[in-house]
């Protein structure tokens, strides 16, 4: 039980799968890959480790690229396919805008730590009607770290003064939200909207 100096003040969100949804698998299926083609292009490319060094900004887009082509080059057509139009991975959720603006207009201040690449960003910004809503944002790329490692939630905390007795993190992946409990804040693990409202509304002292 939360005792009434601790009420929660701060609601951070990731962004894939909580706030919008992120289905690479759909999108190589619109592209019309048969599924051999779609799973070998999941593998060099999403499953990548060079995905998560995007998401990190410590490699270029160029760099990406052919490292994807160089592991698998029999298909280096379908990989320029998917990096060029990867936007369309990313469906805003419909809840995504009045959600937040809801958890505002009760007087939370909403932050956003998401691991994402800056080539992505700069293609998907634009779908994220959220974005004018945050009191802030941490997305990875700008600051070279990634979730679910220690440093990129000391720099949460520093960036944004948080007392993470009174935060709450809601993340889909549970290492992002275990590394987040390790620095004393809530952890929500994400399975909907209606069920995050729920565990929400338990770790809420004002109602």
């Known amino acids: ?31 019309g890959f048969s599924s ?18 995007l998401d990190r900004g410590t490699i270029s ?3 990406a690229v052919a490292d994807c ?9 379908e990989i320029r396919t998917v990096f060029d139009g990867c936007e369309d991975c990313i469906h805003l959720f419909p809840y995504a805008v009045d959600w937040v603006r809801s958890l505002k207009e009760r007087g939370y201040r909403v932050l956003i730590l998401s691991n994402y690449s800056e080539f992505l960003f700069e293609k998907t910004r634009d779908r994220m009607d959220f974005l004018p809503l945050m009191d802030g944002t941490l ?5 070279k770290m990634v979730k679910p490692e220690p440093d990129i939630y000391r720099k949460l905390i520093e960036l944004f003064q948080l007392a993470p007795e009174r935060t709450v993190f809601i993340d889909d992946r549970k290492e992002n939200v275990d590394a987040a409990a390790a620095f004393g804040i809530h952890p929500i693990q994400f399975f909907g909207y209606e069920d995050a409202k729920a565990q929400l509304r338990k770790l809420d002292c004002s109602i």
């Open 1 to 31: 039980m939360l005792r009434k100096t601790d009420c929660i003040d701060t609601i951070v969100f990731d962004v894939g799968n909580v706030l919008v949804d992120w289905d690479y698998m759909g999108y190589l299926e619109g592209l």
């Open 36 to 53: 051999e083609v779609r799973e070998a292009v999941a593998n060099v490319v999403f499953r990548n480790p060079v995905w998560n060094s």
């Open 61 to 63: 887009l160029e760099e």
């Open 69 to 77: 082509i160089r592991n698998a080059p029999e298909y280096e057509r």
């Open 139 to 143: 997305f990875s790329f700008r600051y």
